[in-house]
């Protein structure tokens, strides 16, 4: 499966965007999706996870009640719904396709382009 995020841009603090990742290929609802971030000068970081079904999502300490990730199988496609940005959510934000929504970067075997999303105060 390859996939493609989307939805990254120039945001103001506060701000709600959401971000696209799109797979083409088949099954993508066998695979579990995560999105991982990394900011200027710092190591890529897991952001939020979510299971094959959909039914169980993951996030970290760091965005917890702010982001939420979801998908929609039909259309092959995993969205991060970003609400309340902060100047230090300021990444490349990266999906990935893994068996288990794993907040490990070696359990993810493909990865996409990032999106650069940067937040301003």
């Known amino acids: 499966v390859q996939l493609q995020a989307s939805g990254g841009g120039l945001v103001q603090a506060g701000g709600s965007p959401r971000l696209s990742c799109v797979a083409s290929?088949?099954?993508?609802?066998?695979?579990?999706v995560g999105w991982f971030r990394q900011a200027p000068g710092k190591e890529r970081e897991f952001v939020v996870g979510?299971?094959?079904?959909?039914?169980?999502?993951y996030n970290s300490d760091s965005v917890k009640g702010r982001f939420t990730i979801s998908r929609d199988n039909a259309k092959n496609t995993v969205y991060l719904q970003m609400n309340s940005l902060k100047p230090e959510d300021t990444a490349v934000y990266y999906c990935?396709?893994?068996?288990?929504?794993?907040?490990?970067?070696?359990?993810?075997?493909?990865w996409g382009r990032g999106t650069l999303v940067t937040v301003s105060s």
């Open positions: 990935a396709a893994g068996v288990v929504p794993s907040t490990r970067e070696y359990e993810y075997y493909n």
């Open positions: 979510i299971s094959r079904s959909g039914g169980s999502t």
């Open positions: 290929g088949r099954a993508f609802s066998s695979y579990a």
